[in-house]
Every structure is written in structure tokens, then in C-alpha cells.
């Protein structure tokens, strides 16, 4: 049971449960290559398997998750995870690491669409250009994700944040979320120029904000609830709680030795400090995901 603060300001109990969890990660080091993680992250560098985020979340009130791609490019990944769906119920969606400027995307799209739980796609710009998603064919690829209902989870880091707000008014029924609050310099308690660009990103309607991967980038050895509060604070009011919903990242949140179990419970305790209402928090743990996702659940 959980504390929540009740409309009128007392102190309720709160059952939340059917829960949601919009990002989990898993890899297969022999079935695929991967960039990240490596040999230098060992608490990452092993397969993770579906088995061991089902007992990562069996003690919780979770029952539906959101696998996101780890690999750009790659539809076989993608196909990987829709098989594990069939075998373990849980699995509600996949966003998968497809290629928006190959000439067979839409052929691709439509062959995976065929299974209801692929929802969408993300591409990691780490390993891009400033400039990707500014580039025609990108913005094609986006035009047919549009135009097919799928979702965009944007993985951004600040320095990109200014090309979102054209994205959105460019296609304004291409539902889009903000990955990890846009990785914003937690560790170094900085908001300036993250702020104000989150800003402009939230006057788009069709885009909403993850509040997930706050601990990764904290310090990963010394961070406390305190320093992530700023920070879904603003998310928060200018997103509205209607635009954003909560994803564990994990595995990566065992980086900064949090698990499944502990993510959760520092989200709670931060809108426990911001007050956040019961009907509220439902929204954040569940109903947001489902409908931004069109989750069958």
C-alpha cells in the first residue's frame, strides 16, 4: 500500500496496482551485437532475458510492460521480442529500432503491425549526427509513422532538444514522448537551457515525457530523492499529468544500484513531495502509458 495525498490534502492509502511499466530494456549477446552495453559497464555486459525482469517485477504491483529497442536499425530485434510476447502476457508493447529512411519502411511497418503489440519505434541519436533529425529523410520516415499510428520515443540529450519543437508542429498527429526527461545534467544540479527548451517542446500537444532514467544520471555512486525533484517538478507543470507516465529503465538503473523495485519507489516519494493527488498518480503508473501506447490491456 502506498501513501498518497488525498484531494482535500489528507493522508490517504492507496492500492495501485495493474501497473504499467512503459520501458524495459533485455539483450542476447549471442543472438546480436550490440555497441552498448560493453565490457566496461559488467554489471550490463551478460544476456538479460525476459525471465529475469519477471522476477525482477513479481513482488510488485506491475503487470504490463513496454519492452524499448536497444538496437537502431534492426527489425530482428523487433521480431525477437514480439515471439517472447506470445509466451509471457505481461510483454503489452514493443518499440522497436527501425530504420525511418529505408525505402522499405513502410513495407516493414506493415509486417510487424500485423502483431498488435508493436507500437512504435525509436532511433538512438547517440550514434548520429547534431543534425538527424532535421534530415528529409527522417521527416519521411516520421510522415509514415504518422500516418500508420504508431509513437516516436524521442532519446534525447539536451543539446538536441531545440530540433523537437518543429517535429511536433511538423507532424501534429504523430504521437512523440521524451525519453528519460531528456537526460538532464542531474549529477551537476543544472537546469538552464534544458528548462527553457523543455518548455517549447511541451506546447506540442501530441508529445509527452517519460519520467524514467532520473538515477543514471545522478551521481551513480551518491544520489538522493532530493535531487530529481527540480527536475519532474517542471516536467510535470508544463507537461501536465496528462503527458507523462513512468518507465523503469531497467536494467540500466542497476548502474546507480537501483532496481526495479527501488525506481519505483523514488518516483513515488517525488510526488509525494509535489503533492501529487491518487487519480493522479494512476494516470502516471497506468492509464497515460495505456492510452498513449494503445496498449490491449
Known amino acids: 500500500m502506498l501513501s498518497a ?32 552495453p560493453d565490457a566496461d559497464v559488467p554489471i550490463l555486459f ?67 503491425s500485423m502483431d498488435p503489440k508493436f507500437v512504435g519505434t525509436r532511433h538512438i541519436l547517440d550514434f548520429e549526427k547534431e543534425d538527424w533529425l532535421t534530415r528529409e529523410d527522417v521527416k519521411k520516415g516520421l510522415g509514415i509513422l504518422e500516418k500508420k499510428g504508431l509513437t516516436f520515443d524521442l532519446l534525447l540529450r539536451p543539446h538536441l532538444l531545440k530540433h523537437v519543437p518543429s517535429l511536433g508542429a511538423q507532424f501534429p498527429n504523430l504521437k512523440m514522448v521524451v525519453d528519460h526527461i531528456a537526460k538532464p545534467f542531474i549529477k551537476d544540479g543544472k537546469m538552464e537551457g534544458w528548462k527553457e527548451d523543455m518548455e517549447k517542446i511541451a506546447k506540442c500537444p501530441n508529445i509527452s515525457c517519460k519520467l524514467s532514467g532520473l538515477v543514471t544520471e545522478a551521481d551513480l555512486k551518491d544520489w538522493k530523492v532530493e535531487d530529481f525533484v527540480p527536475y519532474v517538478k517542471h516536467v510535470m507543470k508544463i507537461f501536465g499529468v496528462d503527458r507523462c507516465f513512468f518507465g523503469s529503465d531497467w536494467p540500466v538503473s542497476l548502474m546507480a544500484g537501483a532496481s526495479f523495485q527501488k525506481v519505483f519507489q523514488v518516483l513515488q516519494d517525488i510526488l509525494k513531495k509535489l503533492d501529487v493527488t491518487e487519480e493522479d498518480q494512476i494516470k502516471i503508473f497506468r492509464e497515460n502509458a495505456i492510452k498513449f501506447y494503445n496498449l490491449k490491456i
Not at 489528507?10 to 512503459?22: A, K, W
Not at 525482477?56 to 521480431?79: G, I, M, S, W, Y
Request: aromatic share 10%.
Open 5 to 36: 495525498q488525498g484531494r482535500k490534502g489528507e493522508m490517504t492509502e492507496m492500492d495501485l496496482t495493474d501497473l504499467v511499466d512503459t520501458h524495459f530494456h533485455l539483450w542476447n549477446l549471442k543472438k546480436f551485437q550490440y555497441a552498448w
Open 46 to 112: 551478460r544476456d538479460i532475458n525476459i525471465e529475469e525482469y519477471a522476477e525482477e517485477t513479481r513482488d510488485t504491483t506491475f503487470r504490463h510492460a513496454v519492452f524499448v529497442q536497444v538496437l537502431n536499425n534492426c527489425p530482428e530485434e523487433t521480431k525477437w521480442l514480439l515471439k517472447l510476447a506470445k509466451t509471457h502476457p505481461f510483454l503489452k508493447g514493443v518499440v522497436g529500432g527501425i530504420d525511418l529512411t529505408s525505402p522499405d519502411l513502410e513495407k516493414t511497418l506493415d509486417e510487424l
